[in-house]
Protein backbone atom coordinates (compact mmCIF):
# COMPACT_ATOMS: atom_id res chain seq x y z
CA UNK A 1 0.00 0.00 0.00
CA UNK A 2 1.04 3.62 -0.57
CA UNK A 3 2.01 5.87 2.29
CA UNK A 4 0.48 8.69 3.01
CA UNK A 5 1.29 11.56 4.97
CA UNK A 6 -0.76 14.35 6.75
CA UNK A 7 -0.09 17.01 9.56
CA UNK A 8 -1.64 15.76 12.59
CA UNK A 9 -3.63 18.63 13.34
CA UNK A 10 -5.48 21.91 11.66
CA UNK A 11 -7.59 24.71 12.24
CA UNK A 12 -10.28 26.05 10.50
CA UNK A 13 -12.88 29.47 11.31
CA UNK A 14 -16.24 28.25 11.40
CA UNK A 15 -17.93 28.81 7.79
CA UNK A 16 -14.71 28.93 5.93
CA UNK A 17 -13.41 26.17 3.82
CA UNK A 18 -11.11 23.56 5.25
CA UNK A 19 -8.69 22.19 2.79
CA UNK A 20 -6.66 19.21 4.22
CA UNK A 21 -3.38 18.24 2.40
CA UNK A 22 -2.30 14.25 2.06
CA UNK A 23 0.91 13.29 0.35
CA UNK A 24 1.23 9.90 -1.63
CA UNK A 25 3.83 10.03 -3.60
CA UNK A 26 4.30 6.67 -4.01
CA UNK A 27 0.66 5.81 -5.12
CA UNK A 28 0.37 3.42 -7.80
CA UNK A 29 -1.75 3.10 -10.97
CA UNK A 30 -4.55 1.39 -9.65
CA UNK A 31 -5.05 2.74 -6.06
CA UNK A 32 -7.58 4.88 -5.05
CA UNK A 33 -7.63 8.24 -2.46
CA UNK A 34 -10.31 7.72 -0.05
CA UNK A 35 -10.75 10.15 2.95
CA UNK A 36 -12.99 9.54 6.18
CA UNK A 37 -13.78 11.27 9.05
CA UNK A 38 -13.94 9.90 12.64
CA UNK A 39 -15.73 11.78 15.61
CA UNK A 40 -15.58 10.88 18.98
CA UNK A 41 -17.20 7.99 19.68
CA UNK A 42 -18.29 7.31 16.53
CA UNK A 43 -16.70 4.50 14.45
CA UNK A 44 -15.23 6.42 10.85
CA UNK A 45 -17.39 7.48 8.42
CA UNK A 46 -17.22 7.72 4.26
CA UNK A 47 -16.57 11.06 3.07
CA UNK A 48 -15.16 10.86 -0.40
CA UNK A 49 -13.02 8.69 -2.94
CA UNK A 50 -11.20 9.14 -6.13
CA UNK A 51 -9.18 7.67 -8.71
CA UNK A 52 -7.80 10.25 -11.11
CA UNK A 53 -10.35 12.93 -11.34
CA UNK A 54 -11.18 15.48 -8.93
CA UNK A 55 -15.08 13.87 -7.32
CA UNK A 56 -17.46 16.27 -5.65
CA UNK A 57 -20.54 14.69 -3.53
CA UNK A 58 -22.90 16.89 -0.62
CA UNK A 59 -20.19 16.51 2.20
CA UNK A 60 -16.65 17.44 0.43
CA UNK A 61 -14.49 18.15 -2.55
CA UNK A 62 -11.27 15.90 -3.41
CA UNK A 63 -8.72 17.25 -5.53
CA UNK A 64 -6.35 15.22 -6.85
CA UNK A 65 -2.81 16.49 -8.35
CA UNK A 66 -2.21 15.32 -11.96
CA UNK A 67 0.53 13.01 -11.12
CA UNK A 68 -1.28 11.84 -8.07
CA UNK A 69 0.83 12.08 -5.72
CA UNK A 70 -1.23 14.54 -3.68
CA UNK A 71 -4.77 15.17 -2.97
CA UNK A 72 -7.02 17.75 -0.83
CA UNK A 73 -10.34 17.15 0.57
CA UNK A 74 -12.30 20.19 1.02
CA UNK A 75 -15.02 21.16 3.20
CA UNK A 76 -16.63 24.08 1.41
CA UNK A 77 -18.08 25.64 4.64
CA UNK A 78 -17.08 24.27 7.81
CA UNK A 79 -19.39 23.86 10.62
CA UNK A 80 -18.43 23.33 13.94
CA UNK A 81 -19.33 19.54 13.64
CA UNK A 82 -16.53 18.87 11.32
CA UNK A 83 -14.45 18.98 14.02
CA UNK A 84 -12.83 15.39 13.56
CA UNK A 85 -10.04 13.31 12.87
CA UNK A 86 -9.69 13.02 8.93
CA UNK A 87 -7.67 9.88 7.40
CA UNK A 88 -6.50 9.64 3.79
CA UNK A 89 -6.39 5.84 2.69
CA UNK A 90 -4.66 4.87 -0.38
CA UNK A 91 -5.65 1.41 -1.32
CA UNK A 92 -7.53 -0.73 -3.89
CA UNK A 93 -9.63 -2.60 -1.98
CA UNK A 94 -11.00 -1.15 0.89
CA UNK A 95 -11.57 -4.66 3.38
CA UNK A 96 -8.39 -4.70 5.56
CA UNK A 97 -7.46 -0.97 5.41
CA UNK A 98 -5.37 0.25 7.44
CA UNK A 99 -5.87 3.83 9.18
CA UNK A 100 -2.79 5.83 9.95
CA UNK A 101 -2.58 8.63 12.76
CA UNK A 102 -4.80 11.39 10.23
CA UNK A 103 -5.52 14.86 10.62
CA UNK A 104 -7.12 16.40 13.61
CA UNK A 105 -9.58 19.09 12.44
CA UNK A 106 -10.93 21.77 14.95
CA UNK A 107 -13.36 23.89 13.26
CA UNK A 108 -13.41 26.95 15.78
CA UNK A 109 -16.49 29.66 16.26
CA UNK B 1 -31.29 -2.11 6.20
CA UNK B 2 -29.89 -3.25 9.33
CA UNK B 3 -26.04 -2.38 8.04
CA UNK B 4 -23.22 -3.30 10.32
CA UNK B 5 -24.57 -4.18 13.55
CA UNK B 6 -22.53 -5.35 16.98
CA UNK B 7 -23.18 -6.77 19.89
CA UNK B 8 -22.34 -6.15 22.77
CA UNK B 9 -22.28 -1.76 23.01
CA UNK B 10 -20.81 -2.15 26.41
CA UNK B 11 -18.86 -5.09 28.41
CA UNK B 12 -17.06 -5.76 31.54
CA UNK B 13 -14.54 -8.84 31.79
CA UNK B 14 -12.26 -9.80 34.43
CA UNK B 15 -8.66 -10.95 33.48
CA UNK B 16 -8.56 -14.42 32.20
CA UNK B 17 -12.47 -14.32 31.17
CA UNK B 18 -13.50 -15.00 27.74
CA UNK B 19 -15.62 -13.68 25.82
CA UNK B 20 -17.15 -12.96 22.21
CA UNK B 21 -18.14 -10.01 20.28
CA UNK B 22 -20.49 -10.78 17.34
CA UNK B 23 -20.75 -8.70 14.42
CA UNK B 24 -23.30 -9.22 11.48
CA UNK B 25 -23.88 -7.21 7.96
CA UNK B 26 -26.91 -7.62 5.89
CA UNK B 27 -25.50 -5.97 2.70
CA UNK B 28 -24.36 -9.34 1.50
CA UNK B 29 -20.06 -7.63 1.56
CA UNK B 30 -17.51 -10.44 1.37
CA UNK B 31 -15.00 -8.30 3.28
CA UNK B 32 -15.47 -8.44 6.81
CA UNK B 33 -13.02 -6.92 9.38
CA UNK B 34 -12.33 -6.12 13.29
CA UNK B 35 -10.72 -2.92 14.45
CA UNK B 36 -9.58 -1.76 18.20
CA UNK B 37 -9.01 1.68 18.63
CA UNK B 38 -7.30 2.32 22.05
CA UNK B 39 -7.93 5.95 23.93
CA UNK B 40 -6.76 8.73 21.68
CA UNK B 41 -5.49 6.60 19.05
CA UNK B 42 -5.96 5.51 15.68
CA UNK B 43 -7.49 2.39 14.51
CA UNK B 44 -5.83 -0.55 14.35
CA UNK B 45 -6.74 -3.79 12.08
CA UNK B 46 -7.07 -7.24 14.29
CA UNK B 47 -8.74 -9.51 11.58
CA UNK B 48 -9.97 -9.72 8.37
CA UNK B 49 -12.26 -11.81 6.29
CA UNK B 50 -12.42 -12.06 2.46
CA UNK B 51 -15.02 -14.61 2.27
CA UNK B 52 -16.84 -17.31 4.22
CA UNK B 53 -13.97 -19.81 5.13
CA UNK B 54 -11.88 -17.51 4.49
CA UNK B 55 -9.74 -15.59 7.20
CA UNK B 56 -6.60 -13.28 8.04
CA UNK B 57 -4.39 -11.63 10.35
CA UNK B 58 -4.16 -7.69 10.56
CA UNK B 59 -1.41 -5.68 12.58
CA UNK B 60 -2.37 -6.72 15.92
CA UNK B 61 -3.92 -10.25 15.90
CA UNK B 62 -2.43 -11.45 18.85
CA UNK B 63 -5.09 -12.41 21.56
CA UNK B 64 -7.62 -13.05 19.00
CA UNK B 65 -9.47 -15.44 17.13
CA UNK B 66 -11.76 -15.41 14.12
CA UNK B 67 -14.09 -17.40 12.35
CA UNK B 68 -16.39 -17.00 9.05
CA UNK B 69 -18.84 -19.51 8.50
CA UNK B 70 -21.30 -17.85 6.98
CA UNK B 71 -21.30 -14.20 4.75
CA UNK B 72 -23.67 -12.57 7.12
CA UNK B 73 -21.49 -13.08 10.92
CA UNK B 74 -17.50 -12.66 11.61
CA UNK B 75 -17.45 -13.00 15.70
CA UNK B 76 -14.24 -12.08 17.71
CA UNK B 77 -13.11 -14.49 19.69
CA UNK B 78 -10.92 -13.21 23.60
CA UNK B 79 -9.64 -16.67 24.92
CA UNK B 80 -7.86 -14.95 28.33
CA UNK B 81 -9.05 -11.08 28.21
CA UNK B 82 -5.91 -9.37 29.49
CA UNK B 83 -6.46 -5.69 30.79
CA UNK B 84 -4.61 -4.69 28.00
CA UNK B 85 -7.28 -5.25 25.45
CA UNK B 86 -9.27 -2.86 27.38
CA UNK B 87 -10.21 -0.79 23.97
CA UNK B 88 -13.29 0.15 21.84
CA UNK B 89 -13.53 -2.47 19.01
CA UNK B 90 -15.00 -1.50 15.67
CA UNK B 91 -16.13 -4.17 12.86
CA UNK B 92 -16.42 -3.13 9.41
CA UNK B 93 -17.62 -4.52 6.20
CA UNK B 94 -17.84 -4.07 2.64
CA UNK B 95 -17.70 -5.14 -1.09
CA UNK B 96 -13.99 -6.69 -2.08
CA UNK B 97 -13.59 -4.63 -5.56
CA UNK B 98 -11.77 -2.10 -5.77
CA UNK B 99 -12.92 1.75 -5.47
CA UNK B 100 -16.08 0.39 -2.98
CA UNK B 101 -16.80 1.78 0.82
CA UNK B 102 -16.49 0.22 4.07
CA UNK B 103 -19.08 0.75 6.29
CA UNK B 104 -18.65 0.51 10.45
CA UNK B 105 -20.67 -0.52 13.11
CA UNK B 106 -21.17 1.75 16.44
CA UNK B 107 -18.09 -0.26 18.63
CA UNK B 108 -18.63 -2.54 21.59
CA UNK B 109 -16.38 -0.93 24.67
CA UNK B 110 -14.71 -3.61 26.59
CA UNK B 111 -13.23 -2.91 30.00
CA UNK B 112 -11.18 -5.70 31.46
CA UNK B 113 -10.14 -5.29 34.96
Known amino acids: DAKTTQPPSMDCAEGRAANLPCNHS???????VYWYRQIHPQGPQYIIH???NNETNEMASLIITEDRKSSTLILPHATLRDTAVYYC??????????FGAGTRLTVKP | NAGVTQTPKFQVLKTGQSMTLQCAQD?????MSWYRQDPGMGLRLIHY???????DQGEVPNGYNVSRSTTEDFPLRLLSAAPSQTSVYFC????????????FGEGSWLTVV
Open chain 2, 92 to 103: ASSFSTAGNTIY
Open chain 1, 26 to 32: TISGNEY
Open chain 1, 50 to 52: GLK
Open chain 1, 89 to 98: IVRVEVGDMR
Open chain 2, 27 to 31: MNHEY
Open chain 2, 49 to 55: SVGAGIT
